[in-house]
């Protein structure tokens, strides 16, 4: 039944826009690899760094294997990262998107964008 619930989550978030997907990604629990020392994973991608976070901590144990993880909300995350550091939400998922403190704070709680989000 937990897989059943999963897909039909990865299935609904694949096919909300990305303004639909920073609005609701408010108040989403995110999880992430917890590093030895305070902080956070950070990759560094063509784009930028990044830290890879995830809506399940299923999907962040399929991304990581066994981990030590914590988690916390989408806005607390953000506020978090270090300056110029992004999250890339469920990067194995078909609905991949970037999150930063500039895409959150521009999505209106009503879904609006103000301002433009960013897809993976």
Do not use: K, N
Request: with cysteine; net charge negative.
């Amino acid at each position: 039944m937990s897989l059943l619930r999963e897909l039909i989550r990865e299935e609904s978030l694949a096919r909300m826009s990305t303004a639909e997907r920073l609005a609701a990604a408010r108040s989403v629990r995110l999880y992430f690899q917890r590093p030895e020392d305070p902080g956070f994973l950070v990759s560094d991608t063509e784009d930028g760094p990044v830290v890879p976070v995830f809506t399940s901590w299923e999907a962040l144990a399929l991304f990581a294997g066994v981990c030590a993880w914590a988690s916390t909300t989408a806005a607390d995350l953000v506020e978090l990262l270090p300056e110029g550091v992004r999250a890339l939400v469920d990067p194995l998922g078909p609905g991949t998107f970037v999150l930063d403190a500039q895409a959150l704070g521009a999505s209106g709680g009503d879904g609006s964008v103000h301002g433009q989000g960013t897809p993976a």
